[in-house]
Nanobody, 126 residues
């Protein structure tokens, strides 16, 4: 499974941005997640969702501002996971990675994910 994240860019504090993650093949049975890595820091969990588009989890730092969602269609053209980000802050600046795991339940743990995309850069200016 290949994952391609997109939608990153340079925005100002308070702005919104939506990231997308497209899978190379049907992933409707896989749970999905978003992680991020800020400059000089380790990669951290952001949000996760289960195979059916439910049971979302969020890190405390983004809860209430970010929303994860996914298309649950079995159409190969619609295997996309989104991360809607609002009220962006400079500390949200990072490379954002999408990930997928074979087990269909949501997970906040990085090493439980089996597939990773290359990431998309989000820069939030103050």
């Amino acid at each position: 499974v290949q994952l391609q994240a997109s939608g990153g860019g340079l925005v100002q504090a308070g702005d919104s941005l939506r990231l997308s993650c497209v899978a190379s093949e049907r992933t409707f049975s896989l749970a999905m997640g978003w992680f991020r890595q800020a400059p000089g820091k380790e990669r951290e969990f952001v949000a996760a969702i289960n195979w059916f588009g439910g049971d979302p989890y969020y890190s405390d730092s983004v809860k209430g501002r970010f929303t994860i969602s996914r298309d649950i269609s079995r159409d190969i053209d619609k295997n996309t996971v989104y991360l809607q980000m609002t009220s962006l802050k400079p500390e949200d600046t990072a490379i954002y990675y999408c990930a997928a795991r074979k087990v269909g339940t949501s997970s906040t743990t990085e090493n439980t994910y089996d597939y990773w995309g290359l990431g998309t850069l989000v820069t939030v200016s103050s």
